[in-house]
């Protein structure tokens, strides 16, 4: 079968909007690359919602596949680490912003880009982590090489992609796990992946009166950034590390120095998107061994390539719970 679905994003030249429909492609259609892949998972982070609406900033070219991570089984490799029927799985590297990415049932990608999927996890499961869960556990390494303190980790975004799998992963780890959120109704929720402690949004909102506060938070993850992480620079332990992953809330950050002078304070930037393969290799193996299935189930909820448009702005605006899973055969 040469013909396949996929989620194309178009771009009308002259007002300059964007819409997004399932199409039937050909593998002929496909970018040049070495190894074919016939995806089954694909999943829904913040980028592919910048993805599907304008862009972003991050497609330079129409028509476009987004998709920035999936796993599926190879089907042609001319590649010599990858053989037809292989199971492997992709974040990064670009996929789905300056290469068509996994909202395909059929995806071609260099090789350096895959790993292969790792034991422990199937397909569905690998993309129920996805990059938002590949990138808490790149934090969660990060924040253990530097050492974490004797409070609180603090999550914030708890409810979110990147929050929900860090608060399982660290729970489970059997550190004090702080979620914030903006959501109080998913309190319940939160508590069930093992957070202790549930902080209201509301009480990390306001912009840094004080550039100390009392030192609350042995670590943190932050998918937030802007004024929150600001705030929360001023509460952490001394000599405590700060994992900034991401920017839901803001780019900017009117914070002061003080807190990195006076209390020793680290600021980790993560990035997962050009992490080299030795790094992938192990974050993936550390999410098959700390992440309880059980958690990573309740986190997760089910849709199909039709479903893309309504969820890329679902995101956007900070309303997914957890991970959505999507099965392109569907
Ligand atoms: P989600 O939308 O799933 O989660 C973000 C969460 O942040 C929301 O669920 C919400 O949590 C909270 N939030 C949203 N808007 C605001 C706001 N205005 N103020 C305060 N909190 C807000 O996205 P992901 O978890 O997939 O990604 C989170 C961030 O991490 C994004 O910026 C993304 O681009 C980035 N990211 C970075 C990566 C990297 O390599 N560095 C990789 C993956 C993601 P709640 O409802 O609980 O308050």
Not at 227 to 232: G, T
Request: with cysteine.
């Amino acid at each position: 079968m040469s013909e396949f679905n996929a989620l194309v994003v178009s771009k009308d030249e002259e007002s300059g909007e964007t819409s997004a429909a399932v199409e039937t492609l050909t593998l002929a259609d496909l970018p040049e690359a070495e190894v074919t892949v016939a995806v089954e998972y694909t999943t829904v982070n913040y980028k592919d919602g910048l993805c599907l609406s304008s862009g972003g900033g991050l497609v330079r070219k129409y028509p476009h596949v987004p998709g920035i991570d999936f796993a599926g089984t190879v089907e042609a490799s001319s590649d010599a680490r990858y053989k037809a029927g292989d199971k492997v799985v992709l974040t990064g590297w670009r996929v789905g912003e300056a290469h068509w990415g996994g909202y395909a049932q059929k995806v071609r990608v260099k090789a350096d880009w895959l790993v292969p999927l790792p034991a422990g996890l199937d397909a569905r499961q690998a993309m129920a982590v996805g990059t938002a869960g590949l990138t808490a556990m790149l934090s969660v390494m990060a924040l253990e090489d530097h050492g974490i303190k004797s409070g609180p980790v603090l999550v914030t975004g708890a409810a979110g992609g990147v929050g929900s799998v860090a608060t399982a992963i660290l729970a489970n780890l059997g550190y004090d796990v702080a979620g914030v959120t903006g959501r109080p109704e998913t309190e319940s929720y939160l508590k069930s992946l093992g957070a202790k402690q549930i902080v209201a949004r509301e009480e990390l909102a306001e912009t840094v009166k004080r550039p100390l506060e009392g030192e609350t938070w042995g670590g943190c993850i932050d998918a937030v950034g802007g004024a929150m992480l600001a705030r929360v620079l001023g509460q952490m332990e001394y000599g405590a590390s700060v994992a900034s992953v991401g920017l839901a809330g803001g780019a900017g950050l009117p914070a002061t120095v003080i807190p990195f002078l006076l209390r020793g304070v680290n600021l980790l930037g993560i990035d997962s998107v050009m992490q080299p393969y030795e790094n992938r290799v192990r974050a993936w193996e550390r999410i098959a061994k700390d992440l309880p299935m059980d958690k990573l189930e309740a986190m997760v909820q089910s849709a199909t390539l039709a479903d893309l448009p309504q969820l890329g702005k679902d995101i956007l605006n900070g309303q997914v719970k957890g991970r959505v899973v999507v099965d392109v055969n569907a």
